[in-house]
């Protein structure tokens, strides 16, 4: 189920990389067992780099262990809720700092992101829509220029991902206006208003994670618009 690994060093880094792949891309199933022995003997490697490997996808959230057995995580509908909860508190920070420290080829690109996501929209194109919508999120997150945050982002990212794809079956596209959301952000980025880009990502989170409850329980979906706001 795993790539195989060029002997290239550090190999826990390679064995995490394409076994995080391989989680999120959906080649294991949620609540699977993990077989550290089995893996090592699959990509001829020691089981060193492997037990490494899985320590890291651990720390992120992607395996769990249960009664001293590693399992790829079985996400439920409260998951996501958590994780958008933290989605709302990080990334509206990461708005109000690139608000002040983004530069001009920063912004520049966060408008050819836009352009690219009007285009994938009007072709009808769902792999480039979300493609641009992980871009244009992550120029954000790049621009606030805050390495901590940064990795966090990128831990809450990944295992958002991952949890969407499993409990929805299916890549997520909002059908509503998240672009014109996007345009909004940005332009208070462009315009250095810190508090303004605050708060519009602060409402784009939670109108993203209301849409996604809604299809799970609209009671949920009223309950949880009455925590964030």
């Known amino acids: 189920m795993i790539e195989n690994i060029q002997k290239q060093a550090p190999l826990y880094l390679q064995v995490y990389e394409t076994f995080k792949k391989s989680i999120l891309e959906g080649r294991w199933s949620p609540g699977e067992k993990i077989v550290e022995s089995k893996i090592a003997a699959e990509l001829n490697l020691s089981r ?12 992120e959230g ?39 420290k983004a530069t001009e080829e920063e912004k520049v690109e966060m408008e050819r992101i836009l352009e690219e996501t009007e285009k ?12 641009c919508n992980t871009r244009f999120h992550e120029a954000i997150i ?15 990212r990944s295992k958002t991902l991952y949890c969407r794809n499993v409990l929805l079956r299916y890549d997520y596209v909002r059908t509503d206006n998240f672009l014109g959301e996007h345009r909004d952000i940005y332009l208070a980025i462009r315009n250095k208003n810190k508090e303004e880009a605050k708060r519009l990502m602060e409402e784009h989170i939670t109108t993203d994670l209301n ?9 949920n979906d009223l309950t949880i618009r009455g925590n964030l706001q």
């Not at 060193?48 to 899985?54: F, G, L, N």
């Open 48 to 59: 060193s780099p492997v037990r490494e490997a899985i320590r890291l996808l651990e720390f």
């Open 62 to 100: 992607l395996l769990v262990k249960k009664d001293q057995h590693i399992f790829v995580h079985n996400p439920s509908v409260e998951d996501i809720v958590e994780l958008y909860e933290c989605r709302l508190g990080m990334e509206a920070l990461t708005c109000y700092l690139a608000a002040g």
């Open 120 to 131: 994938a929209i009007e072709e009808g194109n769902t792999q480039k829509i979300l493609e």
């Open 142 to 156: 790049y621009s606030a220029k805050n390495k901590h945050l940064l990795s966090i982002m990128e831990t809450l």
């Open 211 to 219: 849409r996604i409850l809604a299809l799970f329980n609209n009671e």
